[in-house]
């Protein structure tokens, strides 16, 4: 872990006040199902990745109380001293199923289902939400920012302005993951190898007594990787002009400048003239400077030349809209080996839940291997089948879409069995490629950034059935 505590107390407070509770009902081992599920995709968008679940693991592989944290909760005193005694020799007991991070993912679908004695199973709340709302955003906006630059290279650069330590960190393994080739935290490359990269600080220029100085010094210093920072200054009339004088001197193999500030297009246009005449066509142009995807599709649709991007504040902390809203909802109980389903119901039909313990399945189009639709299902039903199945759109329950030449996949793999890990992590550089790849099946109209075409997400009529049924009983 990035910061060394026991992070099996970051936890909301009434995480533990439960647990004492059903410990003193005698209700700690009885078995409930727990989905952590999504509403809403940020910003709009058609769908949003799944990240954070490495964290998770670990997290659930070293969930266990100190003597510091049982004398912590001792000096409540309000909890049970045979609870306390408990948590002495606490384990992790519950089996958990998770969708794999890469994988895009739509509002409802459980992402994480955990099952296991109850005390156990809402205690891990807070982490999961925490873990997986965090990284999902992250990954989702790096996505967003990754298809505006088309195709081009996008950095992650946010570090210093992420909302703590933490974030910088995990918020740079999520931003690889949604596409970004590197990021400028050194220890995310030293934790999770994402590339660190960087190129120099204003400061840099200022303490030399030219721009010419300070560039000849820093080209001689990394003759293999120099981006020189051309816009302390003046980038037209004394940046490009000093970082030329020194290509053409010093030749070193890989060449580039950075603009920091002013009008993009106008200044990448320019600057890309002046290299090119200086016979520099093979040197690069990097952008920075608070983008995002709107503006990074702007300035390429007015013709901005430029080779790469570099992303900060408003990726690291998906400015536009810093939240993903993922809930974590009791979905069933199980008395005697029999599954016992479970529904919230609200006034807000958004916040009424999916009863009983479900699966995703994925259709995909044979012949192309596009994603068609999902279907969430009760756990115990087999795949669809046959020539055809009809879904329905999920904002309005008339439009229907009949799906032919499918095959069908699961989305939730096994993570945990009665608290032993049985799941391999791909490495970090895995879970991008897969991600990429997985996108590269999404529909092009799914992508948008504005009105994106609504992906089906239906529940089989055997869980339609058992939801409506339940809700008909509560009036």
Not at 135 to 152: C, D, E, F, M, N
Not at 340 to 355: A, G, L, Q, R
Request: charged fraction near 25%; proline fraction near 4%.
């Amino acid at each position: 872990m990035i910061e060394k505590l026991n992070l099996s107390m970051l936890t909301d407070f009434y995480e533990i006040t439960m647990a004492n509770g059903y410990y003193s009902a005698g209700m700690a081992d009885e078995i409930a199902y727990f989905d952590m599920f999504f509403r809403r995709i940020p910003d709009g968008g058609g769908y949003a990745i799944m990240a954070g679940l490495d964290q998770v693991i670990e997290y659930m592989k070293n969930l266990s109380f100190s003597e510091e944290d049982i004398e912590y909760l001792r000096s409540k005193e309000i909890f049970n001293e045979a609870f306390l005694e408990y948590l002495k020799d606490f384990r992790f007991t519950c089996d958990v199923w998770a969708v794999p991070e890469g994988t895009p993912i739509f509002p409802g679908e459980p992402l994480i289902t955990v099952r296991g004695p109850v005390m156990q199973a809402q205690f891990v709340e807070t982490m999961i939400l925490l873990l997986i709302n965090h990284q999902s955003l992250i990954a989702t906006k790096a996505s967003r920012i990754v298809r505006a630059a088309q195709g081009r290279p996008v950095m992650e650069f946010g570090t210093r302005r992420s909302h703590g330590t933490a974030a910088a960190v995990y918020g740079a393994r999520a931003s690889y993951i949604g596409g970004c080739a590197g990021t400028a935290c050194t220890l995310a490359d030293e934790y999770f190898e994402t590339p660190a990269l960087g190129t120099m600080a204003h400061s840099w220029v200022q303490m030399f007594d030219s721009e010419y100085e300070a560039f000849k010094k820093y080209c001689e210093i990394y003759p293999t990787n120099a981006t020189l920072l051309v816009d302390t200054f003046n980038v037209l009339k004394s940046g490009i002009p000093a970082a030329i004088k020194v290509f053409k001197e010093l030749d070193p193999p890989v060449k580039g400048i950075r603009i920091d500030s002013g009008d993009i297009a106008y200044l990448t246009k320019n600057a890309r003239r002046m290299l090119d005449e200086a016979g520099l066509t093979d040197c690069k142009i990097v952008i920075s400077n608070s983008l995002d995807e709107y503006i990074i599709r702007e300035v390429i649709s007015e013709g901005a030349c430029i080779d790469s991007f570099g992303v900060g504040e408003k990726l690291i902390t998906a400015r536009s809209e810093p939240v993903f809203g993922g809930v974590y909802k009791l979905s069933a109980l199980e008395k005697d080996g029999v599954m016992i389903p479970k529904i919230k119901i609200s006034e807000n039909t958004e916040k009424i839940t999916n009863p009983g313990f479900k699966k995703v399945v994925r259709f995909f189009d044979i012949d192309t291997g596009r994603l068609l639709g999902d279907v969430i299902a009760l756990h115990e039903e087999e795949p669809p089948t046959g020539d055809e199945y009809e879904i329905f759109d999920p904002k309005d329950v008339w439009k229907r879409k009949k799906i032919t030449n499918f095959y069908t996949e699961e989305l939730q793999k096994p993570i945990f069995v009665k608290g032993e890990c049985v799941y391999e992590s791909p490495s970090l550089h895995e879970i991008r490629e897969y991600c990429l790849r997985q996108q590269d099946l999404m529909w092009d109209e799914m992508k948008r950034f504005e009105n994106p075409q609504t992906y089906y997400v239906d529940l089989s009529h055997k869980l339609w059935s058992l939801k409506h049924e339940m809700i008909d009983a509560a009036k």
